[in-house]
């Protein structure tokens, strides 16, 4: 038996309005703001997770930041390169984080605003206080 289906009678602007702003609520919610349990974003713990489980830990040498991003986008994080890139230049640079999550070797920008280098010039391993936290 089928049950007799009610059609509401919605306005489009006012349903689009509605709709988009829920959509960029989870978004910013899910993915932009840090979460309050340990202060980090989706990405960062995925960056991190990667390396650890890569096995690219402070007693190692060092690896090639694409070769991490590569992991990370193909397992973890399936969007662009350049989040993932930017990220790991954060969890690196000594000016953004009062502990430095990655050790990296190469240009990783400066306070002044230069630019880091491209990530096939970097390499990077996690630092103590990162596998600490894992």
Known sequence: ???????????????????YLDYAMSVIIGRALPDVRDGFKPVHRRVLWAMYEMGNTHDKPFKKSARVVGDVIGKYHPHGDAAVYETIVRLVQPFSMRYPLIEGQGNFGSLDGDEPAAMRYTEVRLAKIAEEVL
């Open 1 to 19: 038996m089928m049950e007799a289906q009610q059609k509401l009678q919605v306005k489009l602007d006012e349903e689009m309005k509605r709709s």
